[in-house]
């Protein structure tokens, strides 16, 4: 016992893990299926110039979120280059409908079942979503000059059904994690192509200290360390509001009434990464419409301009990209909160927040909650969304840039995922990874 107890308590828990089977098995076949994806993002699509690609990504924020969510895949232009985007737009575009329609409101609260049809629509509309993102990526890719001419209609076509399979074949590999592995399936997707780009970003800081620029490499990794506290303080941060619970019970002939206490923890960071997809995805347009109308440097028009005024390197584009942030944020945190329907479930239950009459004086107390605490959020987000920005105006480093959007996905995936294995451990009488 007291070998057990001198280990690190990382080492030791990891070790509890793997030494009980059905974890252990859980562990590697999550790590299996990590594999596959891998091997699916080095399996390249005829028709595009690699290179010219790789130019095009680190030069455009909304393909560089794309290249995020496919976990690297679209930087090889693999037959998984889409990645899971068109399933997660396919989730936003649901989470937005389901208050609207009334169909969809009655489905979500139709338990298992409607949840089940709700899931089955998600994956419908996101056959059409990967089609549509496919043929328009291919269209954008061809207009910047990266594709390799001349390729067939027969040829697209073929490409395009070959991303919408991968798609597809990724969101089952997520679901197949997420019911025999550990953590989200989908997060943990993400999460495997981010920390797959580590050794790349530790190779561009080993040529920036090479090329005499120590002093810019060492306020990037002092920046990038304050983000990532800042990132894990903002992901864990939530409101706890104290709520009473008295129940009658009747037994023996008799009325027994039974009190209790418990708290609603309301997060900091609601919407998650949703509210930056949205803004770069309304700052990019613009930017990715004027490419198809502008004319050549020789002769410019109007669409050159708009073109060169939504790049991303511009004060003026991450101002409004900052604002943007925080909009989006209040928006989807409102919605989603909307959704949770807090009140009537706490007076169905019997519940109440000590101080505060049931019904509407609840339900305007914690609207009043989530709106001050989500300004936190907000700005929190919109902080982590326009680092890359600050960061490159900081250090001066070119060859490298702060991937605050990735430390993001893989802080709340990590934390997620190892709360999981706490849970399962604890359930077995083992010191889990948290204290």
Request: charged share 10%; aromatic share 10%; glycine share 10%.
């Amino acid at each position: 016992m007291q070998r057990k107890t001198a280990r690190p308590r990382l080492v030791q828990a990891m070790m509890d893990a793997l030494s009980l089977p059905d974890l252990r098995r859980r562990i590697l076949f999550t790590l299996g299926i990590l594999a596959v994806f891998r091997f699916l993002t080095n399996v390249p699509l005829p028709g595009v110039d690699i290179t010219a690609l790789e130019e095009l990504l680190a030069g455009n924020l909304l393909f560089g979120m794309l290249d995020l969510f496919s976990g690297g895949a679209m930087a090889t232009f693999s037959i998984v280059a889409i990645g899971i985007y068109p399933y997660i737009t396919s989730s936003i575009i649901m989470q937005l409908l389901t208050p609207v329609i009334p169909r969809l409101q009655a489905l979500s609260q139709e338990g298992e079942l409607g949840r089940q049809t709700i899931n089955r629509i998600t994956h419908t509309l996101t056959v059409p979503l990967a089609a549509i993102q496919g043929y328009g990526m291919f269209t954008i890719l061809r207009a910047q000059g990266v594709t390799i001419e001349p390729l067939g209609h027969l040829t697209i076509a073929s490409i395009i059904v070959t991303m919408v399979a991968g798609t597809i074949f990724l969101v089952w590999l997520g679901e197949l994690i997420t019911e025999r592995g550990i953590g989200n399936g989908i997060s943990i997707i993400i999460f495997g192509g981010i920390v797959a780009s580590l050794p790349e970003i530790l190779g561009r800081g080993i040529v920036a200290a090479q090329e005499g620029q120590p002093g810019g490499l060492i306020a990037f990794v002092i920046l990038s360390l304050a983000t990532l506290v800042l990132i894990v303080i903002f992901v864990e941060a939530h409101r706890r509001i104290p709520v009473q619970y008295a129940r009658s019970t009747f037994r023996s002939g008799r009325m027994y009434r039974q009190s209790g206490s418990t708290y609603i923890p309301l997060r900091v960071n609601t919407a998650g990464m949703i509210p930056i997809i949205f803004a770069i995805a309304l700052m990019q347009l613009p930017a990715t419409i004027s490419s198809f109308l502008m004319g050549p440097e020789q002769n410019p028009n109007f669409w050159n301009t708009i073109y060169n005024t939504f790049q991303a390197n511009t004060l003026l584009y991450q101002g409004a990209y900052f604002a943007l942030v925080i909009g989006f944020a209040f928006f989807y945190t409102m919605v989603i909160f909307e959704q949770m329907n807090l009140p009537q479930t706490l007076q169905q239950q019997g519940g109440f927040i000590p101080g505060v009459r049931p019904g509407k004086a609840t339900a305007d107390y914690l609207n009043r909650i989530i709106r001050r605490i989500t300004f936190g959020g907000a700005l929190f987000l919109a902080l982590v969304a326009i680092m890359p920005f600050i960061a490159a105006q900081v250090t001066r480093v070119g060859v490298l840039t702060l991937q605050s959007t990735a430390m993001l996905i893989a802080v709340g995936v990590a934390l997620d995922t190892m709360k999981q294995l706490e849970a399962q451990l604890t359930m077995r009488r083992y010191e889990g990874f948290l204290k």
